[in-house]
Nanobody, 126 residues
Framework: QVELVESGGGSVQAGGSLRLSCVAS????????MGWVRQAPGGEREGVAA???????AYAEPVKGRFTISKDNGKNTLYLKMSDLKPEDSATYYC????????????????????WGQGTRVTVSS
């Protein structure tokens, strides 16, 4: 069993920054692929960023240059640093983990993981 708990969401003005955190617990390996997926109300699920089992990192095109994904293996915590936030970034952000061995690009493209957190809400106003 794997549990993921996100935090760090909130409301910010356009151009602001937030850092999301995801603490993982349970039977999860340090090399498990992990990433972030977001979904706006009524919108589609969208892969945002991911780290593959080989350490490969991938980002969705809309967030490249603005978001940075990282992981602290010692703390079993995944982060998403978001800068220059835009209203279109508003969504619930979910942390995901997988027990496969695929590259980060796969998870950004598929927006699919085995395990999910409950999500943390990000609202960006103009």
């Amino acid at each position: 069993q794997v549990e993921l708990v996100e935090s760090g969401g909130g409301s910010v003005q356009a151009g602001g920054s937030l850092r999301l955190s995801c603490v993982a617990s349970g039977r999860i390996g340090s090399n498990y692929p992990m990433g972030w997926v977001r979904q706006a109300p009524g919108g589609e699920r969208e892969g945002v960023a991911a780290i593959g089992s080989d350490g490969s990192i991938a980002y969705a095109e809309p967030v490249k240059g603005r978001f940075t994904i990282s992981k602290d293996n010692g703390k079993n915590t995944l982060y998403l640093k978001m800068s220059d936030l835009k209203p279109e970034d508003s969504a619930t952000y979910y942390c995901g983990a997988h027990n496969g061995r695929l590259k980060g690009a796969y998870y950004v493209a598929s927006a699919n993981f085995h395990y999910w957190g409950q999500g943390t809400r990000v609202t960006v106003s103009s």
